[in-house]
T-cell receptor, first 114, second 111 residues
């Protein structure tokens, strides 16, 4: 299996622009998670989906952030408009769904907002 | 609210030493605890997963223990090597399928 695949790996954009990050979970996994990692706050859970349905989005910082999972093999995290404080590494992770199952992470998307 | 603490924040040891990384959590109602490794600029690699009903897990030179009642886990690395240098993260999964991470321990093994 190719693992969790994220794109782009690096994104540099200007404040106010729309940013879309993409994730393909491991085939057969039915839970998908979006995390953000910064030096100041470490790893924070933004949102997670189970069977393509958003279950908990309490970690989404504000309305500028939105996430979708239109099917079992694809998810997007969108920031519109982006701000410099959104600069971080965004990770996608997937698991096979039950509470006790192991989580597998992608390589991350490093976002820099100028 | 679950809080996860890792001690020490950073550790530098000579090659060959055995070492222990510590993780503590405030809410013992967990499903499992997972140890990850993160290399600079990379994603997280799962090292060991301990279910709440288990006491320890071993993989090669790594051994992780879990004492759920006291809210503690340790990651033991035997005969450390320079290639073990990385950040080690502890995470606990509790209610709502959420994984809560510690801040990590930055390990440097000197050759």
């Amino acid at each position: 299996d190719a693992g969790v695949i994220q794109s782009p790996r690096h994104e540099v954009t200007e404040m106010g622009q729309e940013v879309t990050l993409r994730c393909k979970p491991i085939s057969g996994h039915n839970s998908l998670f979006w995390y953000r990692q910064t030096m100041m706050r470490g790893l924070e859970l933004l949102i997670y989906f189970n069977n393509n349905v958003p279950i908990d989005d309490s970690g989404m910082p504000e309305d500028r952030f939105s996430a979708k999972m239109p099917n079992a093999s694809f998810s997007t995290l969108k920031i519109q408009p982006s701000e410099p404080r959104d600069s971080a590494v965004y990770f996608c992770a997937s698991s096979s769904g039950t509470d006790a199952m192991e989580l597998f992470f992608g390589e991350g998307s490093r976002l820099t907002v100028l | 609210k679950q809080e996860v603490t890792q001690i020490p924040a950073a550790l530098s040891v000579p090659e060959g030493e055995n070492l222990v990384l510590n993780c503590s959590f405030t809410d013992s109602a967990i499903y499992n605890l997972q140890w990850f490794r993160q290399d600079p600029g990379k994603g997280l690699t799962s090292l060991l997963l301990i279910q709440s009903s288990q006491r320890e897990q071993t993989s090669g030179r790594l051994n992780a223990s879990l004492d759920k009642s006291s809210g503690r886990s340790t990651l033991y690395i035997a005969a450390s090597q320079p290639g073990d240098s990385a950040t080690y993260l502890c995470a606990v999964k509790g209610k709502g399928n959420k994984l809560v991470f510690g801040a990590g321990t930055i390990l440097r093994v000197k050759s």
